[in-house]
């Protein structure tokens, strides 16, 4: 079967990777694990004990884990309408406006941190939790509106019209058409800002930091000029594992709409 | 269409007002005049100030420990965080502005320091004020990676690079360059090294192969500018190692270098001992690896700690800085990590590098111009053709 | 010939929500890095109006190779990327038996960082990380491969297409679903054949999905930093990569915000690019 075969591939292609995270996040430090070595010579939880004793992700696992949503939500609220517009409406200037939301996705992390952080400064918003949400938010916003945009834009103009024709309100065609309409693109959207939220790290280190400690700001101290693999792989399944355990939660909750959504049921 | 580029025009100009619109006030000031003050006031005024913030990038456990043991000492709170090299500074230039920065004190080392006294980031001289200063390696307040830093910064630790080898691949291990080239014609691709651009311990070795091809390091002290004639003749370097290239190993970070020499990839590089000590004692290389300064010499420093400009507890830092140098958690640090302090007063065993090594053979780097030259000119000579 | 809509108020403040709040806070990101290309407000030294830091930009070849590089990396991912999901999307049209499973699996490279994603796949391409030790065994080759860091970008390319894929995916799958039944069928009814259906009806009618998807995937790809850093070729670096470079090793900060404007500029020609190639697409329609 196809789809077994699929399974199977995915789950070398991913897993072997993550598996391979695991052993060296139990490598024994009096032990290390080198060439020609197929697995580490002895395991220990030692390298674990290190980061949860010197480092304070817990504080982190929460801070990032309560930003994401709130960014996800926000990020929801602002792009709607402008969706909406750029999706179904051929206003002057539409294309300008596409290119302009992308902006904080091109320009390259740090330099845009260096001068968002100014920004952020003389608004109070530095050092703030607030400030942290609306920093993820505009990260995100890229991503939710570009596909929420091309989600409007797919919804058939004779679907509308038909409702219209039956003298449905504004409230009621958002509820019963638009919504569940854009649904999977809404649903993707929702995904990319959330990890993008998680992900975030040059400007909340800029920003956030000393106040508040996200995940990314704890891994980059052993992933990025000083890479050690043995702790980096620590905090790597620290990050992975909610991630993934909320994922396959949600893949459940979501999995008979989200597949079949609109799939020409009209 | 007019109505949209003014809305847009108008956005923007708001935005812009808003970041333009930062005034410099004046710096902080303490209560009490921090260059004059005697130590005991400024202890006192540091209780009062009650916290200090310390920004890092390695050594999480030792940080911690100590951050424990002022709290415990002073009664001081400390925000420590232990963030990325690269992120530290750029969050240090970004506040560069502000009145009031959020940094206290941070670790300064590497290509950094350049930047940061260039752009003055610094209060200072702590020379003076912190105490036993004098125990702390003279050279190290004064000169860091060949950038003059008169007594702004003051010493942690001091670092080595060296020779790192795998014993059970290499037998005889150079000490002359004409040994080190022998052993890379006869071994192609076993000895490697990193972009110098992209980390140290890549640049000690260009630094080492300069001063054996093209005629020595005297020449260059003292120089605050690049003076063209001493550098006519580094093509001599650069053709060595074009020459060569397909029989070195070029890695993209100090970490790389050992991750490749753990992997077995290599048998030979240059590295940091503090960063080897590290790595080994996680388990991150095996523990026979072996590390030494050959006879031709190889550029060693080390890391310092600074008090920054628009930091709005200036006596805090300075006491944490008094506490991290102290003989106690110097040697608590070296006795943690194996990473060799910068106090001049304690008596060590088991180190990766021996005493005589470093009396011996440690070079000083030349003057921070020349090194900015010599890695541009080697990314453009060697690693792009 | 679509009708054109005026903008009125009430389009306006819906607009504000969303691209309002991005030109309020990257606004002024954008303006400086432009004035910093010319002279003007330097962090470092003089603020002058000049076109010296664009010479030497332009000049430079190091900035020309790491450009190339990029825009190498960000094609190859976003075509890569795509065109290994798009057949993945149109076997997910249809749900199935352990479909929800495989579809959480797949998902799974999207919630782990870049940098961690760079670091795991290294695991598996070092040179004697797993690939090259199941070759070895198996008496394949006799040399380990040097896959790591190698001068062409292909472990970048890997790495962006293992974390990427079921970004594009997800993109993908979207665009889809809105693709209704009943045109298949009627397509079907008319004896077209399956190739026929692929490049007449799903690619056309997918292909605002399929820019979508090709254009955020070139923008990080182009714009990537970490990635390239870890598994990219020794020289030359990303352009993101030269511009850190440029400003902290060299603390060339202006001409560094000259790299910074290419890139912006650079991006907005390739979506122009891409939108082109899409509307040639789906003009046959």
Known sequence: MLTAFFVLIQLLWVGIPILMAIMWSLVNPKDAWSYPNIFPPSFSLEQWRYVFNYTNIARALRTSYSVAPLAVLLSFLLSLPTSYVLGRKNIPGKKVFMLVVLLPMIMPGMVVALFLSRVFSMLGLSQTFFGLVIAHTLMSMPYMIRVMTTSFASIPQDVIDAAENLGASTFVKI????????????????IFAFTTSIEEFNLTFIIGTPTFETIPTILYSFMGYNFIRTNASVVSLLMMTPNIIMLFIVERFLKSDYLSASLGKM | MKKVLLVLLVLLMASTLAFAAGTKEAAPKADIDLQSASWDQIVEAAKAEGEVTFYAWYFPDYFKEAANDFEAQYGIKVNLIIGDQTANFNKAISEKGNAVGTIDAMIVGGQWVKTTMDLDLFWGPIKDIIPESDKLAPSLWEVQEGVLTKGYLAPFHRNQTGILYDPERVSNPPQT?????????????????????????????????IKETTGGLEKYVGDSDVVASKVANWDKAWDWAYSRKDKLTFTVSNNDSIIRLNDGEIAMTFGWDDNVKDMMNKGNLFSRAKMYIPAMGAAGGGDTMGVLKNSPRKAAALLFISHITSLEQQKKKYEMLGAYPARTDITLSGTLLTEEDRAKNALAWFPAPYKTLMISEFVKNVLMK | MKKKDSLTPFTLLMLLPGVGFIIFFIGSSIVLTILQSFGLFSIMGNSTLTLGYWKAILNSREALDSLLFSLKMGVLSSLGTVMVAFPLALFFRKSGQGKGMLGSLIKIPLFI???????????????????????????????????????????????????????????????????????????????????????????????????????????????????????????PSSVAGRMQIMANLYQEWNQAAVLGVIIILTTFFVIWAYSRFAELVQGDN
Request: proline share 6%; no cysteine.
């Open chain 1, 175 to 190: 509820k019963d058409i638009f919504l569940p309409m854009i649904r999977p693109g809404l649903i993707a959207g929702m």
């Open chain 2, 177 to 209: 360059w004409q040994e080190l080239e022998a052993w890379i014609d006869a071994n192609p691709k076993k000895f490697g090294f990193n972009d110098p651009s992209k980390g140290g311990s890549g640049q000690s070795f260009v630094h080492t192969l």
């Open chain 3, 113 to 235: 960082p870049a940098l961690v994603a760079a670091f795991l796949i290294l695991n598996l391409i070092s040179y004697h990380g797993l690939i090259n030790t199941i070759l070895m065994r198996l008496s394949i080759i006799k040399e380990p491969l040097r896959m790591l860091n190698d001068k062409f970008g292909w472990g970048v390319v890997m790495i962006q297409v293992w974390k990427n894929l079921p970004f594009v995916l997800l993109i993908l799958m979207s665009a889809i679903s809105s693709i209704r039944d009943d045109t298949i069928d009627a397509a079907k009814n008319l004896g077209a054949g399956y190739f026929s259906i692929l490049f007449r009806i799903y690619i056309p009618l997918a292909m605002p999905g399929i820019l979508v998807a090709m254009i955020l995937m070139f923008i990080k790809a182009f714009g990537d930093f970490p990635i390239t850093s870890v598994a990219g070729p020794v020289y």
